[in-house]
């Protein structure tokens, strides 16, 4: 499974960003799919994630509300929408894909807010 994110970039507080993550690859092996955020000197942490079969969500408390997470399946795509951004969203977005054994991640899009 190959992913690749885009739509990073540059906004200003209060402003919105939408992430996409392409799946390619043995995407049916796919459970589900998830955004992750690291800055420097921390931890790698979930923003939100989805899963393929029921199509279920979940956040991370401090984007709850703001953000949304979403798939097109025919395009084999995820979509994180951010509204509302804070300076503190700043950060590294990742999108991963967990399959059987094996959880892939991207390269990373760069998300910055500016106050």
């Known amino acids: 499974v190959r992913l690749v994110e885009s739509g990073g970039g540059l906004v200003q507080a209060g402003g919105s960003l939408r992430l996409s993550c392409a799946a390619s690859g043995s995407t049916f092996s796919i459970n589900a799919m998830g955004w992750y955020r690291q800055v420097p000197g921390k931890q790698r942490e979930l923003v939100a994630f989805i899963t393929s079969l029921s199509g279920s969500t979940n956040y991370a408390d401090s984007v709850k509300g703001r953000f949304t997470i979403s798939r097109d399946n025919a395009k084999n795509t995820m979509y994180l929408q951010m509204n509302s951004l804070k300076p503190e969203d700043t950060a590294l977005y990742y999108c991963?894909?967990?399959?059987?054994?094996?959880?892939?991640w991207g390269q990373g899009t760069q998300v910055t807010v500016s106050s």
């Open positions: 991963n894909a967990r399959t059987i054994p094996v959880t892939y």
